[in-house]
């Protein structure tokens, strides 16, 4: 009996196997056709849906900062957004089917998040998609999508709390999973026989190879810039400040300097500005103002710039672009690089500001017409146009209020400082009050999300980029908090702090 029913399993297995594999052979004989990609693709999704649905939710976490595209999809969109529809679907169908389960509820960020949805929908129907990938004259779908993603995202991430013995894995996931953006420059080392690999890559990353140009002389790591960035915010959330300037443990503080210092390469002057800001803010968060570690912080800061200082015309020109607004002699070049940068933006918010007025109660939607874009880079090219007429056709005005309230008028500005307001509140309410094991992810968290909105609205933004970010940091805290902490009980707050458990009053953070 048991030979017949391994017989007659090996029969149901082959006459399974042997067809499909026929039919992808087929399939792949062709690969060039969207077809053949599409049914290939859909092939191993079937194969997937087990793992998805057991492990959609982690899957979700890890793809978050996740630096790759889903190429074969119209429209090459990125692997958090395709994840965050997959997961939000699977959550809502298992709500449906057990009654028991609920979503993690916070209407100070959810209500924001719906309104700007419901703007951005509403803009997208006046105003047009712009989806090129189905053959449209016009452009700007891919943001729509970021945009709306994000929103997805926040959603899916908030479906169901984050087991308590895994939370510190997958926060670091997390952050790690943006190590994925040295992609392209470590493919520019392999040599030209690697770069069909970047059609996975967001065109953000896939162009920024680091090769000079008449127009761009400097040799320029893009990618190893986001890396270290991702890199360092992971070490900040596992070990605080404290724990990064514990002399027993050296090792961190020099990893995250040599990281740090790699980051550089990219020649963004952004990433000192941003952990510029991060430290001051996490230092006020952890209490560390007037401590020892904030002596060593400085004498930290003291020793690195009496070293750097005397040699700064001897660094990487990328290296001397990202230091240049300090006070130290770089490259004649690199300092007309990095001014002219500086009078291009201003000029292009000059012109950009009169339109303003025109968008205010319907906002200009991300769409933008593609013949325009290409007349603008020849007229460029031939000195006919202003050097940011592309920038401004498709809203790029390296800032972060511009980005709002052109595309989606103020109402969807509006919307967005809400956002900020409640994810705010809801992350200090996890400082103060969260559970201890989790103190010093959700400081770290709450001081990210504070610089990031700082940054955005005073320094440089784009919005459906950055949108994703803070979306997926204030997600992310909600999910590993299980929503919003509130204040313990009276009768429970006088032996919780004799006993020294943190989040009664405003913690102090504890050694790594």
Same mark, same amino acid.
């Given at each position: 009996m048991n030979n017949q029913a391994a017989l007659l399993r090996g029969l149901i297995i082959g006459g399974v196997c042997l067809p499909l594999a026929l039919f992808l052979g087929y399939q792949l004989a062709t690969p060039e056709q969207f077809s053949s990609l599409f049914w290939v693709g859909v092939t191993f999704f079937a194969f997937l849906i087990p793992i998805l649905l057991r492990w959609h939710h982690p899957l979700l976490i890890i793809a978050w900062n996740l630096q790759f595209l889903v190429f074969f999809l119209p429209g090459h969109p990125q692997v958090f957004i395709v994840i965050a529809a997959l997961s939000l679907t699977i959550s809502v169908a298992s709500r449906m089917l057990r009654k028991d389960k609920t979503f993690i509820s916070c209407p100070a960020v959810a209500y924001p998040l719906l309104a700007l949805a419901v703007v951005t929908l509403a803009t997208l129907y006046v105003r047009g998609v712009g989806a090129k990938a189905f053959g449209m004259s016009a452009w700007g779908a891919g943001r729509y999508a970021g945009v709306l993603g994000a929103i997805i995202g926040y959603f899916a991430l908030t479906a169901q709390p984050i087991p308590p013995n895994r939370a510190k894995w997958l926060a670091a996931l997390f952050f790690l999973s943006g190590l994925t953006a040295a992609w392209p420059d470590l493919l520019n080392f392999a040599g030209p026989g690697f770069q069909e690999l970047l059609a996975v890559l967001p065109s953000s990353l896939g162009t920024a190879i680091a090769t000079p140009s008449p127009l761009d002389p400097l040799e320029r790591f893009v990618g190893f810039s986001i890396m270290a960035t991702?890199?360092? =915010?992971?070490?900040? %959330?596992?070990?605080? #400040?404290?724990?990064?300037?514990?002399?027993?443990?050296?090792?961190?503080?020099?990893?995250?300097?040599?990281?740090?210092?790699?980051?550089?390469?990219?020649? &963004?002057?952004?990433?000192?500005?941003?952990?510029? #800001?991060?430290?001051?803010?996490?230092? !006020? &968060?952890?209490?560390? =103002?007037?401590?020892?570690?904030?002596?060593?912080?400085? @004498?930290?800061?003291?020793?690195?710039?009496?070293?750097?200082?005397?040699?700064?015309?001897?660094?990487?020109?990328?290296?001397?672009?990202?230091?240049?607004?300090?006070?130290?002699?770089?490259?004649?070049?690199?300092?007309?690089?990095?001014?002219?940068?500086?009078?291009?933006? &201003?000029? %292009?918010?000059?012109? @950009?500001?009169?339109?303003?007025?025109? =968008?205010?109660?319907? !906002?200009?939607?991300? @769409?933008?017409?593609?013949?325009?874009?290409?007349?603008?880079?020849?007229? %460029?090219?031939?000195?006919?146009?202003?050097?940011?007429?592309?920038? %401004?056709?498709?809203?790029?005005?390296?800032?972060? #209020?511009?980005p709002v309230i052109i595309p989606l008028g103020v109402w969807g500005f509006a919307v967005f400082l809400a956002f900020c307001w409640g994810g705010f509140r809801a992350l200090y309410a996890n400082y103060c009050h969260g559970d201890p094991e989790l103190l010093r992810i959700n400081t770290f968290l709450l001081s990210l999300f504070v610089t990031q909105v700082l940054w955005y609205l005073f320094v440089y933004g784009e919005f459906y980029l950055d949108l994703m970010s803070m979306v997926g940091v204030v997600g992310l805290n909600l999910a590993l908090n299980n929503g919003v902490k509130k204040p313990a009980p009276a009768h429970r707050a006088a032996a919780v702090q004799q006993a020294g458990e943190p989040g009664v009053k405003l913690p102090a953070m504890q050694p790594a």
């Amino acid at each position: 009996m048991n030979n017949q029913a391994a017989l007659l399993r090996g029969l149901i297995i082959g006459g399974v196997c042997l067809p499909l594999a026929l039919f992808l052979g087929y399939q792949l004989a062709t690969p060039e056709q969207f077809s053949s990609l599409f049914w290939v693709g859909v092939t191993f999704f079937a194969f997937l849906i087990p793992i998805l649905l057991r492990w959609h939710h982690p899957l979700l976490i890890i793809a978050w900062n996740l630096q790759f595209l889903v190429f074969f999809l119209p429209g090459h969109p990125q692997v958090f957004i395709v994840i965050a529809a997959l997961s939000l679907t699977i959550s809502v169908a298992s709500r449906m089917l057990r009654k028991d389960k609920t979503f993690i509820s916070c209407p100070a960020v959810a209500y924001p998040l719906l309104a700007l949805a419901v703007v951005t929908l509403a803009t997208l129907y006046v105003r047009g998609v712009g989806a090129k990938a189905f053959g449209m004259s016009a452009w700007g779908a891919g943001r729509y999508a970021g945009v709306l993603g994000a929103i997805i995202g926040y959603f899916a991430l908030t479906a169901q709390p984050i087991p308590p013995n895994r939370a510190k894995w997958l926060a670091a996931l997390f952050f790690l999973s943006g190590l994925t953006a040295a992609w392209p420059d470590l493919l520019n080392f392999a040599g030209p026989g690697f770069q069909e690999l970047l059609a996975v890559l967001p065109s953000s990353l896939g162009t920024a190879i680091a090769t000079p140009s008449p127009l761009d002389p400097l040799e320029r790591f893009v990618g190893f810039s986001i890396m270290a960035t991702f890199f360092c =915010y992971c070490m900040l %959330m596992q070990f605080g #400040i404290r724990g990064l300037l514990d002399w027993h443990r050296l090792w961190r503080l020099l990893s995250f300097a040599a990281v740090f210092a790699v980051g550089l390469l990219g020649g &963004f002057r952004s990433q000192l500005g941003i952990f510029f #800001i991060l430290f001051l803010v996490q230092l !006020g &968060f952890e209490r560390l =103002y007037g401590t020892v570690v904030f002596s060593a912080l400085l @004498a930290v800061v003291v020793l690195t710039t009496l070293v750097v200082v005397p040699f700064s015309e001897d660094l990487p020109m990328s290296v001397q672009r990202a230091i240049s607004f300090l006070p130290v002699k770089i490259s004649p070049i690199v300092q007309q690089d990095a001014t002219g940068t500086l009078d291009w933006r &201003f000029s %292009m918010w000059q012109r @950009a500001l009169p339109d303003v007025p025109h =968008y205010l109660l319907l !906002g200009k939607g991300f @769409a933008f017409d593609s013949t325009d874009l290409i007349l603008a880079g020849y007229g %460029m090219q031939h000195g006919l146009a202003d050097s940011f007429e592309d920038a %401004m056709i498709t809203d790029d005005y390296h800032q972060g #209020i511009l980005p709002v309230i052109i595309p989606l008028g103020v109402w969807g500005f509006a919307v967005f400082l809400a956002f900020c307001w409640g994810g705010f509140r809801a992350l200090y309410a996890n400082y103060c009050h969260g559970d201890p094991e989790l103190l010093r992810i959700n400081t770290f968290l709450l001081s990210l999300f504070v610089t990031q909105v700082l940054w955005y609205l005073f320094v440089y933004g784009e919005f459906y980029l950055d949108l994703m970010s803070m979306v997926g940091v204030v997600g992310l805290n909600l999910a590993l908090n299980n929503g919003v902490k509130k204040p313990a009980p009276a009768h429970r707050a006088a032996a919780v702090q004799q006993a020294g458990e943190p989040g009664v009053k405003l913690p102090a953070m504890q050694p790594a």
